[in-house]
Protein backbone atom coordinates (compact mmCIF):
# COMPACT_ATOMS: atom_id res chain seq x y z
CA UNK A 1 0.00 0.00 0.00
CA UNK A 2 1.37 3.69 -0.77
CA UNK A 3 1.75 5.65 1.70
CA UNK A 4 2.90 9.06 0.66
CA UNK A 5 2.37 10.80 -2.41
CA UNK A 6 5.83 13.04 -3.47
CA UNK A 7 5.93 16.53 -5.70
CA UNK A 8 8.04 19.30 -6.40
CA UNK A 9 10.60 17.73 -8.77
CA UNK A 10 11.81 18.72 -11.74
CA UNK A 11 15.18 20.03 -14.51
CA UNK A 12 17.42 22.16 -12.29
CA UNK A 13 20.68 23.61 -13.79
CA UNK A 14 23.94 23.09 -11.24
CA UNK A 15 23.80 25.01 -8.50
CA UNK A 16 20.31 25.22 -8.31
CA UNK A 17 17.53 24.46 -5.45
CA UNK A 18 14.61 22.63 -5.19
CA UNK A 19 12.00 21.94 -2.75
CA UNK A 20 10.53 18.45 -2.69
CA UNK A 21 7.34 17.81 -0.50
CA UNK A 22 5.56 14.45 0.26
CA UNK A 23 2.13 14.21 1.89
CA UNK A 24 0.84 11.05 3.78
CA UNK A 25 -2.32 9.39 2.57
CA UNK A 26 -5.53 9.08 4.07
CA UNK A 27 -5.01 5.49 5.14
CA UNK A 28 -2.19 6.89 7.62
CA UNK A 29 -3.25 8.20 10.92
CA UNK A 30 -2.33 11.10 12.14
CA UNK A 31 -1.40 9.97 15.86
CA UNK A 32 0.88 7.09 13.70
CA UNK A 33 2.43 9.52 11.49
CA UNK A 34 3.80 11.59 14.27
CA UNK A 35 5.61 9.08 16.01
CA UNK A 36 7.39 7.27 12.73
CA UNK A 37 10.74 8.27 11.28
CA UNK A 38 10.61 9.71 7.70
CA UNK A 39 13.29 9.87 5.34
CA UNK A 40 13.69 11.08 2.12
CA UNK A 41 14.77 8.05 -0.49
CA UNK A 42 16.63 8.25 -4.17
CA UNK A 43 16.99 5.70 -6.90
CA UNK A 44 19.92 7.00 -9.01
CA UNK A 45 19.61 5.30 -12.84
CA UNK A 46 20.47 1.73 -12.43
CA UNK A 47 21.13 1.78 -8.53
CA UNK A 48 19.25 0.68 -5.78
CA UNK A 49 16.97 2.77 -3.29
CA UNK A 50 19.17 4.83 -0.75
CA UNK A 51 18.32 7.09 2.32
CA UNK A 52 19.22 10.63 1.71
CA UNK A 53 17.67 12.06 4.94
CA UNK A 54 15.51 11.42 7.75
CA UNK A 55 13.57 13.09 10.66
CA UNK A 56 12.50 12.07 13.99
CA UNK A 57 9.33 13.02 15.38
CA UNK A 58 11.15 15.60 17.95
CA UNK A 59 12.26 17.27 14.59
CA UNK A 60 15.75 15.92 14.80
CA UNK A 61 17.62 15.45 11.24
CA UNK A 62 19.73 12.95 10.13
CA UNK A 63 21.36 13.97 6.28
CA UNK A 64 23.30 11.44 5.09
CA UNK A 65 26.40 12.35 3.01
CA UNK A 66 27.26 13.23 1.03
CA UNK A 67 24.18 15.79 1.10
CA UNK A 68 24.85 16.69 4.41
CA UNK A 69 25.55 20.85 3.95
CA UNK A 70 23.37 21.08 1.06
CA UNK A 71 20.01 18.81 2.09
CA UNK A 72 17.78 19.59 4.60
CA UNK A 73 14.79 18.18 5.93
CA UNK A 74 11.49 19.15 7.72
CA UNK A 75 8.34 17.68 8.83
CA UNK A 76 4.43 19.45 9.49
CA UNK A 77 3.17 16.91 11.79
CA UNK A 78 -0.54 18.41 11.64
CA UNK A 79 -0.58 18.09 7.86
CA UNK A 80 1.35 14.96 7.26
CA UNK A 81 3.79 16.38 5.31
CA UNK A 82 8.05 16.40 4.91
CA UNK A 83 9.63 18.75 3.11
CA UNK A 84 13.19 18.11 1.17
CA UNK A 85 15.29 21.54 0.53
CA UNK A 86 17.88 20.71 -1.87
CA UNK A 87 20.49 23.13 -2.63
CA UNK A 88 23.05 23.62 -4.29
CA UNK A 89 22.55 20.91 -6.39
CA UNK A 90 24.87 18.83 -8.79
CA UNK A 91 24.64 16.35 -11.84
CA UNK A 92 24.87 13.21 -9.45
CA UNK A 93 22.03 14.50 -7.23
CA UNK A 94 20.02 13.14 -10.56
CA UNK A 95 17.21 10.51 -9.33
CA UNK A 96 13.96 10.02 -8.47
CA UNK A 97 13.14 11.15 -5.06
CA UNK A 98 10.50 9.11 -2.62
CA UNK A 99 9.32 9.41 0.83
CA UNK A 100 8.73 6.61 3.28
CA UNK A 101 8.97 5.68 6.69
CA UNK A 102 12.56 4.56 7.91
CA UNK A 103 12.92 1.91 7.45
CA UNK A 104 10.25 1.09 4.22
CA UNK A 105 10.02 -1.18 1.32
CA UNK A 106 6.89 0.21 0.01
CA UNK A 107 7.47 3.20 -2.88
CA UNK A 108 5.31 5.69 -4.26
CA UNK A 109 5.78 7.03 -7.49
CA UNK A 110 7.96 9.21 -6.39
CA UNK A 111 9.13 12.68 -8.07
CA UNK A 112 11.96 13.24 -10.96
CA UNK A 113 14.73 15.36 -10.14
CA UNK A 114 17.31 15.85 -13.29
CA UNK A 115 20.00 18.44 -12.85
CA UNK A 116 21.76 19.54 -16.04
CA UNK A 117 22.51 22.52 -18.09
Known amino acids: QVHFVESGGGLVQPGGSLTLSCTAS????????????IGWYRQAPGKQHELVAS???????DVNHPWRGRFTISRDNANKTVSLQMNDLISEDTAVYYC???????WGQGTQVTVSS
Open 100 to 106: GFVPTST
Open 26 to 37: TSVPGIFFNRQI
Open 55 to 61: IYRDGTQ
